[in-house]
């Protein structure tokens, strides 16, 4: 079982994969049904949090402690219907409430499977990317997502690390039906054979190139993310809650997936590659919704819309490169053109940065 979010050409979409979606003309898997939460071990009493019910201020969480991974059963215990029921601010009054879920804590991992032909240079641009996201300003927005106790606040990840990457070579073909059901046996698949650990305080993304056509890639969404069920590869726990994204190449559909203004036959991009500028900008909408709501029930509003999907395609005010290319961060040696996303913080708004 799995639950899928997808990030639509400028919308977005909560799926219950056991229907039809609008606008797909397979649908998606319809074996597949939202899944129940799978939580890690509860905490012993010195790590869990305080019972709620919880009065959420409306402002920033001065209160947080960062747990790490270890600790992604904090919320174990929270009754969602007595926080609803007890707090007169809900929904959020900055823009997107709590719905009960967890987030993702500690240092997240990052596991990029490149399917299909890719230049290596594009490959390399896209991992210093994730080398440097975490720990940025940027990713600093990510700290104003918690898991609340009644006297202080669990905060999401603000660190992120590329743990392992994997190159194939079109193993299931260049077209497929699906797409959710593809990526899942992808990842479990390198679980298995142990080219990739399971890791559940991580995101696996596969990448497919811009000559393959996965499910309704390119005309419904240009990536999703996801949480599924898998194992540890060596038989022994099968209840692992892993969360699973699928980015597409951009190049497929630059009109589509790139938020460029202009894609003629050679678009102004910050590093001169529009495969590469695409996909991080994709990729960081993703890791964020995935940090912030990797199970679709933590952090997501109430017309389903996550962080990073009410800034989709907003860049702020690009200063441009002396190639001419627009970019809005910096990150390492690279300039880079990125969505904004949503500081949940003081009425709520978009940004690039937090604090």
């Keep these: ?10 919308l977005t979409l909560a799926a219950n994969l056991a229907t039809t979606v ?76 709590y719905q009960g879920g967890n987030v993702l804590f500690g240092t997240v991992g990052v596991y990029l499977i490149w399917y299909g032909d890719w230049a290596p240079s594009t ?12 720990d940025s300003p940027y990713f600093g927005i990510l700290r104003t997502y918690y898991v609340p106790g009644s006297s202080r606040k669990y905060c ?32 479990l698949a390198n679980i298995a054979s142990h080219a990739l650990p399971a890791d559940t305080n991580a995101l696996y993304v596969v990448l497919p190139a811009a000559d393959t056509r996965f499910g309704e890639a390119c005309t419904v969404y240009c990536g999703w993310h996801a ?9 022994g726990n099968n209840n692992l809650d892993l969360k699973i994204s ?11 997936c790139t938020g460029l203004e202009r894609v003629d036959a050679a678009p102004l991009t910050p590093n001169g590659d529009l495969a590469a500028d695409g996909v991080v900008s994709l990729l960081a909408h993703e890791i964020e919704e995935t940090i912030s709501d990797p199970d679709l029930n933590a952090w997501i509003d109430l017309d389903y819309t996550e ?44 940004a690039l940065s937090f604090p």
Excluded at 123 to 134: N, Q, S
């Design 1 to 10: 079982m799995r639950r899928v979010f997808a990030y639509l050409l400028g």
């Design 246 to 256: 699928m980015v597409i190449d951009p190049t497929a559909c630059p009109a589509l």
């Design 307 to 350: 962080n990073a999907d009410k800034c989709a395609w907003t860049f702020g005010s690009p200063r441009t490169l002396e190639s001419g290319a627009p970019t809005n961060m910096r990150l390492g040696t690279h300039d880079y053109l990125i969505q904004r996303n949503w500081v949940n913080y003081d009425g709520g708004y978009c």
């Design 227 to 235: 949480s599924t069920q898998g194992d540890d590869g060596d038989g």
């Design 123 to 134: 490959r390399a641009i896209v991992e210093d990317f994730v080398r440097h996201l975490g």
């Design 156 to 187: 999401a990840s603000g660190s992120l690390e590329l743990r392992g990457e994997v190159l194939d070579n079109y193993s299931m073909g260049h077209t497929t039906k699906t797409d959710v059901s593809v990526v899942e046996e992808l990842v």
């Design 22 to 97: 609008e606008g797909c003309s397979d649908g998606l898997p319809a074996e597949a049904e939202l899944a129940q939460v799978v939580l890690a071990p509860t905490p012993s009493p010195s790590e869990a949090p305080d019972a709620p019910p919880f009065q959420l201020p409306p402002g920033l969480p001065t209160d947080c402690v960062f747990p790490d991974g270890s600790a992604a059963g904090v919320h174990s215990n929270f009754d969602t219907d007595a926080y609803i029921a007890n707090n007169t601010d809900w929904p959020d009054p900055n823009g997107i409430p």
